[in-house]
């Protein structure tokens, strides 16, 4: 079992950063693939971004590239995702996700289903 804390948010103005974090507990978090995912308000989860249990391979939402970058540190358990030139249409809440054992492709990793563990979601705001 995997436990997953997700913090960072909050409100920002468009065109600022914001880092959210996100902490694992429990079974081994090097060996899982991480994610992020956001629920817009009134919308379904999306996905945001995803990188493999070793680091080198991320995938990207077109409407995040370029902008946002998903990272990891081993040693501490804990992953990041570092959103720049924030957007008013950026705001949602955030879940980390751990697990999507066998992926290697951005349509496996986007799945929400290939996901065994979230965290409890952190609001960010993004104004105008």
């Known amino acids: 079992q995997v436990q997953l804390v997700d913090s960072g948010g909050g409100l920002v103005q468009a065109g600022g950063s914001l880092r959210l974090s996100c902490a694992a507990s429990?079974?081994?978090?090097?060996?899982?693939?991480m994610a992020w995912f956001r629920q817009p308000p009134g919308k379904e989860r999306e996905f945001v971004a995803a990188?493999?249990?070793?680091?080198?391979?991320?995938y990207y939402a077109d409407s995040v590239k370029g902008r946002f970058t998903i990272s990891r540190d081993n040693a501490k358990n804990t992953k990041y995702l570092q959103m720049n030139s924030l957007k008013p249409e950026d705001t949602a809440v955030y879940y980390c996700?751990?697990?999507?054992?066998?992926?290697?492709?951005?349509?496996?990793?986007?799945?929400?289903?290939?996901?065994?563990?979230w965290g409890q979601g952190t609001q960010v705001t993004v104004s105008s």
């Open positions: 990188i493999s249990w070793n680091g080198r391979s991320t």
């Open positions: 429990g079974r081994s978090f090097v060996s899982y693939a």
């Open positions: 996700a751990a697990g999507a054992p066998g992926c290697s492709d951005y349509g496996c990793y986007a799945a929400m289903g290939r996901w065994n563990y």
